[in-house]
């Protein structure tokens, strides 16, 4: 019985180690309306004899196509699976797959987050002959720049598509102040501007139902300067005055001549050595006392310590509205781009939880951390002080002796303090050396006020990213001035 188990084991390993999966799972993330949801699944034979498809299982949710059912040595197979929602939330989806080289199943795992239900575009697996499926959705994206105040269309406005934190394309309007365009499905963070214009910035998701944007800008208002008029002046009737005040026959009026001082000289003696012939000689120079002999000022060397930064970032539900957490991801990345080797990044989310998403990695591993930064979703409630706490305890953990250890804490507004005294933590970690920035992604005023007054106590600054711009700049530049050393 133990050698049959054992040639069963045997057989079932190395049926499957023969037959090249191309993956194991797929995660389609959030899923909008017009979002196709399809996968294709590659199987490829490497033995050298065929092999047979015998069933793909699934529930009703999921629609299958195959390209055939027998697998040729050295030939490949497509399986396309196509998951059609029924309801909101997150999935977790098995896909038993059965060959005949195998006694046991492969299993494919899809999964997401479904946002919006929309079937529009049919339940059926698209056939093979569509050439977008297995890749990217693509569809025709149109959009319309107008002047507010006389609905002129503007030519040159640029369009820029944020997505994930990171700009994925820029247009430019026609003539006519339209831009037609391939795009890919997909919520995006538009930047619109142009010329003499306020610009705007919005979040959208658009597809294929809703494939446009319009969008109206203006020209700021000039105030025209007030223009105070002047009394005429009154001209004082001095000579009779000075008639009356001083009689000529009993009092001369003098002219006083300006008195004409001859400009001083210092007499210094300058010696010069002929180191040949040991001959002196003597002269005298006469310097004015306004000449003013220049002092050699050393340039300044600007350095810049290592830095061991901790982000604390909230990834609250309300970080979803209004493009934040676009503008989040936005500055994080560009501030990635700059780091040196030698510095150390640390990300935390906090919501309803806090944990750990990347801990102490070098400034050189830039592509691990934008995908890392590309990769953060918002849900849950905002639980700021417990997520504080454990900021510090990571800065402690990765903390640089002599160099810049801070915390930086991104968040749109305020947060439950629970029963932490932020000031106290705040100061206690000051004093240890460990300063706290906090980043304010579209703060109200009221909240703005309300952290500033943390970054403050940690001798740090208060950023308000309002704007892409802002989140292009703002970021980096405050790390440069934490960290920055004049030698």
């Known amino acids: 019985?133990?050698?049959?188990?054992?040639?069963?084991?045997?057989?079932?390993?190395?049926?499957?180690?023969q037959f090249g999966f191309d993956k194991i799972d797929h995660d389609f993330g959030d899923i909008y309306a017009g979002n196709e949801r399809v996968v294709d699944l590659k199987f490829r034979n490497t033995t050298d004899k065929k092999i047979y498809l015998l069933r793909v299982k699934h529930d009703r949710e999921i629609r299958t196509l195959t390209s055939g059912k027998t697998i040729m040595p050295d030939s490949l197979l497509v399986i396309r699976?196509?998951?059609?929602?029924?309801?909101?939330?997150?999935?977790?989806?098995?896909?038993?797959?059965?060959?005949?080289?195998?006694?046991?199943?492969?299993?494919?795992?899809?999964?997401?987050?479904?946002?919006?239900?929309?079937?529009?575009?049919?339940?059926?697996?698209?056939s093979f002959d569509n050439p977008n499926v297995g890749g990217p959705p693509i569809f025709e994206f149109k959009a319309l720049v107008l002047d507010k105040e006389t609905g002129k269309p503007i030519k040159d406005a640029s369009i820029t598509f944020v997505s994930n934190g990171m700009v994925s394309q820029i247009e430019k309007t026609n003539r006519n102040g339209k831009v037609k365009t391939k795009?890919?499905?997909?919520?995006?963070?538009?930047?619109?501007?142009?010329?003499?214009?306020?610009?705007?910035?919005?979040p959208k998701y658009v597809n294929r139902n809703n494939d446009s944007i319009l969008v109206?800008?203006?020209?700021?208002?000039?105030?025209?300067?007030?223009?105070i008029e002047e009394p005429e002046p009154i001209i004082e009737d001095t000579v009779s005055k000075t008639l009356f005040e001083y009689p000529l026959d009993t009092q001369e009026i003098a002219k006083v001549e300006p008195e004409i001082i001859e400009e001083d000289t210092i007499k210094k003696r300058v010696i010069i050595y002929e180191i040949d012939t040991q001959f002196v000689v003597e002269e005298e120079l006469s310097v004015s006392v306004d000449t003013v002999i220049p002092e050699v000022v050393k340039p300044k060397v600007v350095s810049y310590k290592s830095n061991n930064i901790v982000f604390l970032l909230d990834v609250s539900s309300s970080?979803?509205?209004?493009?934040?957490?676009?503008l989040l991801k936005a500055s994080l990345i560009e501030m990635v781009k700059k780091l040196s080797p030698n510095d150390k990044i640390t990300l935390i989310s906090y919501s309803t939880f806090s944990k750990v998403i990347v801990g102490g990695i070098s400034g050189s591993e830039k592509e691990l951390l934008i995908k890392t930064i590309q990769g953060i979703k918002a849900s849950g409630m905002t639980a700021g002080g417990d997520g504080m706490k454990f900021a510090y305890r990571q800065a402690k953990k990765y903390f640089i002796e002599g160099g810049n250890n801070l915390v930086i804490m991104a968040t749109d507004g305020k947060f439950n303090q629970g029963n932490t005294n932020l000031d106290r933590?705040?100061?206690?970690?000051?004093?240890?050396?460990?300063?706290?920035?906090?980043?304010?992604?579209?703060?109200?005023?009221?909240?703005?006020?309300?952290m500033s007054r943390f970054s403050d106590i940690g001798g740090g600054s208060f950023l308000l990213i309002d704007s892409y711009e802002d989140s292009k700049e703002m970021l980096i530049e405050e790390i440069k001035r934490a960290s920055v050393v004049y030698e």
């Not at 795009?183 to 919005?202: N, P, Q, R, T, W």
Request: net charge neutral; hydrophobic share 40%.
């Open 1 to 17: 019985m133990r050698n049959l188990l054992f040639i069963f084991i045997l057989f079932s390993f190395s049926g499957f180690s």
């Open 425 to 450: 933590l705040v100061k206690k970690n000051y004093d240890k050396g460990i300063g706290l920035t906090v980043l304010g992604i579209k703060n109200k005023a009221e909240d703005a006020e309300d």
């Open 319 to 326: 970080m979803n509205s209004e493009g934040k957490l676009d």
């Open 81 to 126: 699976v196509k998951y059609n929602p029924t309801k909101t939330g997150k999935f977790r989806k098995k896909i038993p797959v059965y060959l005949s080289n195998s006694l046991e199943p492969f299993v494919f795992t899809i999964e997401g987050n479904v946002k919006e239900i929309d079937n529009s575009l049919g339940l059926a697996c698209p």
């Open 183 to 202: 795009a890919i499905i997909g919520l995006y963070y538009f930047v619109v501007g142009a010329d003499e214009y306020i610009g705007k910035e919005f």
């Open 216 to 227: 109206y800008l203006e020209k700021p208002k000039v105030e025209e300067p007030i223009v």
